[in-house]
T-cell receptor
Framework: ETGVTQTPRHLVMGMTNKKSLKCEQH?????MYWYKQSAKKPLELMFV???????ENNSVPSRFSPECPNSSHLFLHLHTLQPEDSALYLC?????????????FGPGTRLTVT | KQEVTQIPAALSVPEGENLVLNCSFT??????LQWFRQDPGKGLTSLLL?????REQTSGRLNASLDKSSGRSTLYIAASQPGDSATYLC???????????????FGKGTLLTVNP
């Protein structure tokens, strides 16, 4: 247990659906991250929030919409996804956005878009 | 643009063997390097973090080395066990004064199988 939880663990959705992924950290951290892990590709950073402010959007399509209501919670809202968006979505947190702090990862949500 | 390469992509060894996983990166201007373990369908567990000023870090049967000038790191696993079977990921954090040095650039990983 890393102190970072993600729900749901598995999600199957059609291309016209709207769903949300949830991440919660119990570590008192101030920075939270969304990563995408596709088969045979390195992990890709998607979004970063530091003290609830979005500091990074790594050219992510607008069908992915992040939300960070407080430092402990992070959401990823999904709508009109494509089959190529099927992947493992990982959430991470760190003390803040400084490079000296390790990132702690959640178990991920396995997303399948049909 | 930083690129991280891990060789081999997959490795199968008998139990008890010592082994080395390799990681190389193209830009030596790094803040630190981190090794992670990922079990199938699961998140990442941090194994070792090496600061750019360090040469190596050890934790139990694991030893990670860093040669920043040549852009290389190795993860040495002693006396491997079936429970070590997992994907091992290497990631580097840039030395960037522009405020984006929280970014981790990952390799694709090495899938390790330790056979009983």
């Amino acid at each position: 247990e890393t102190g970072v939880t993600q729900t749901p663990r598995h999600l199957v959705m059609g291309m016209t659906n709207k769903k949300s992924l949830k991440c919660e950290q119990h570590l008192g951290h101030n920075a939270m991250y969304w990563y995408k892990q596709s088969a045979k590709k390195p992990l890709e950073l998607m979004f970063v929030y530091n003290f609830k402010e979005q500091t990074e959007n790594n050219s992510v399509p607008s069908r992915f919409s992040p939300e960070c209501p407080n430092s402990s919670h992070l959401f990823l809202h999904l709508h009109t996804l494509q089959p190529e968006d099927s992947a493992l979505y990982l959430c991470a947190s760190s003390q803040d956005g400084g490079p000296q702090y390790e990132q702690y990862f959640g178990p991920g949500t396995r997303l399948t878009v049909t | 643009k930083q690129e991280v390469t891990q060789i081999p992509a997959a490795l199968s060894v008998p139990e008890g063997e010592n082994l080395v996983l390799n990681c190389s990166f193209t830009d030596s201007a790094i803040y630190n390097l981190q090794w992670f373990r990922q079990d199938p369908g699961k998140g990442l567990t941090s194994l070792l973090l090496i600061q750019s000023s360090q040469r190596e870090q050890t934790s139990g049967r694991l030893n990670a080395s860093l040669d920043k000038s040549s852009g290389r790191s190795t993860l040495y696993i002693a006396a491997s066990q079936p429970g070590d079977s997992a994907t091992y990921l290497c990631a580097v954090r840039p030395l960037d004064s522009g405020g984006s040095n929280y970014k981790l650039t990952f390799g694709k990983g090495t899938l390790l199988t330790v056979n009983p």
